[in-house]
């Protein structure tokens, strides 16, 4: 078998929900042999709500799923089950590609999703949620209370640098993203 792997259309929102509902059907109609994998690719994303710091997952193509398939032999009974199958599923769309033919992602493609789904979940990413020039508050340190203007952004670091006028003068703060609010 030559497993390749797809993009299918689906629901914005709930991705999850159908994907479930999808591998249900697959086991339901018996085979899962000919599509093991249906899966939401996304990525681990730390971000500040509310003064506390939470992980969320990012879905990376939002409205689509990847399936890993053998769908090479189309006129096959059992392909044409599969495919049944995936298109009975209630928000589940087509495979994307040319009318409703299912086109291989490639191998670099798919290895760069893949790469960047894992590398997500030991270190992840860091949502910051401001722009170089928005207005901030610094609501911790010896600053506290001061407001500010965002001169730098470091997200891998998860820093801000933020100007901050101190005796009339314009002074950098180097600061941890989750000590300054949005003004």
Not at 114 to 129: A, F, K
Request: glycine fraction near 8%; hydrophobic fraction near 35%; charged fraction near 30%.
């Amino acid at each position: 078998m030559a497993f390749k792997w797809y993009f299918i259309r689906c629901q914005s929102g709930r991705e999850k929900r159908i994907r479930d509902n999808a591998l249900t059907r697959l086991g339901i109609a018996g085979v899962t042999d000919i599509v093991p994998q249906v899966m939401v690719p996304f990525e681990l994303v730390t971000d500040m709500k509310g003064g506390k710091k939470r992980t969320l997952e990012k879905k990376l193509y939002p409205g689509y799923l990847m399936v890993q398939a053998d769908l090479e032999e189309a006129d096959e009974k059992r392909t044409i089950t599969a495919r049944t199958a995936l298109r009975s599923v209630d928000g589940l769309r087509d495979f994307l590609g040319s009318r409703g033919e299912p086109t291989a992602i490639s191998e670099e493609e798919v290895t760069t999703i893949l790469s960047r789904m894992t590398e997500s979940e030991s270190r992840p990413q860091v949502s910051i949620g401001l722009d170089k020039g928005d207005r901030v508050k610094i609501n911790t340190g010896p600053f506290d209370g001061f407001d500010g203007v965002v001169d730098d952004i470091n997200a891998d670091k998860g820093t801000v640098r933020v100007v901050v006028t101190i005796f009339g003068r314009p002074t950098p703060v180097d600061l941890k993203y989750w000590e300054v609010e949005s003004v």
